[in-house]
């Protein structure tokens, strides 16, 4: 049997000792160098202060200052999955300027103050050593006006009132009326959203004695939906839209509400007023 022997390539004693001088001096660039030195310094106390996450409420003003003197100091604040919370809102949640010490952050709170803002509907805080913040948020997604006394509030998909949000920047949003309408918008527009041509001309929907919705048209129509099945009926009056053009009619009222039938009301004229004789 052959025998395999790997040998270590020979070194001269002159070259160890070259090689010992140039890893000494390298070694020796590092610690004299300040980048260096801070580097090292920062790895060193983001593992004490791993060792010590327990024990924070224990650690002292001295020693958070001292961590921050070597650069474990808040300088950079990440934020990711922001379209409409305020930068000035969140600066306030953290409450804390640049160059405060990182260890001191409470990150809990942060968050805490993070998921009170009108739009956050979760948030997630976390250090990054040396120097930084990262914050996570997810926001509440806009999906429709409701109509309330004195005026439109802003509702997110569960129906909750975005109260922090100027509805006069959402107009492009349908309007939602009636009792029960927030609770059951999300449902009632998924369906109508099914048919993209009958959708962008809705402006607004009336939910009836919280059983069904009646549906109003830009071109001031309205569409009638029964209490069941109301996407099915919808799908119906957009295949006879598309071979009939029943849409463009000069109608007021197209009623849904009795299966298997469809009932159109004419756009009458208004009666004029007769003259003096």
């Known amino acids: 049997m052959r025998r395999l022997i790997a040998r270590l390539p020979f070194v001269r004693p002159d070259q160890a000792a070259k090689r010992g001088a140039d890893q000494t001096s390298w070694l020796r660039q590092i610690f004299l160098s300040r980048k260096g030195r801070r580097a090292l310094i920062s790895g060193v106390t983001g593992c004490i202060a791993l060792s010590l996450w327990g024990a924070s ?78 914050i996570n948020l997810v926001e509440r997604r806009p999906m429709a006006l409701l109509q309330m006394t004195g005026g439109h509030r802003l509702i997110d998909q569960h129906g909750d009132i975005i109260f922090t949000a100027d509805s006069a920047d959402f107009a492009h949003l349908p309007v939602v009326a009636g009792d029960g309408a927030a609770s059951h918008a999300a449902a009632i527009l998924d369906a109508l959203k099914t048919e993209p041509e009958l959708y962008a001309d809705v402006w607004a929907i009336h939910r009836i004695s919280d059983r069904r919705w009646n549906v109003h048209l830009r071109t001031g129509l309205e569409v009638k939906l029964p209490e069941m099945d109301a996407a099915l009926a919808w799908s119906k009056l957009a295949v006879l839209d598309r071979d009939t053009q029943i849409m463009k009619r000069d109608l007021s009222m197209i009623d849904l509400r009795i299966p298997g039938q469809l009932i159109v009301q004419p756009n009458l004229p208004l009666a004029k007023k007769g003259r003096k004789t």
């Open 57 to 134: 409420a224990y650690l002292t003003p001295a020693f958070y200052h001292l961590t921050a003197s070597q650069g474990v100091a808040l300088s950079e604040l990440h934020i990711t999955g922001r379209n409409y919370t305020a930068h000035e809102h969140i600066l306030a949640a953290v409450d804390a300027p640049y160059g405060t010490p990182l260890l001191s952050l409470d990150v809990n709170d942060i968050q805490s103050q993070l998921q009170q803002l009108g739009w956050v509907k979760y948030a997630r805080v976390s250090r990054q050593f040396p120097d930084a913040l990262t």
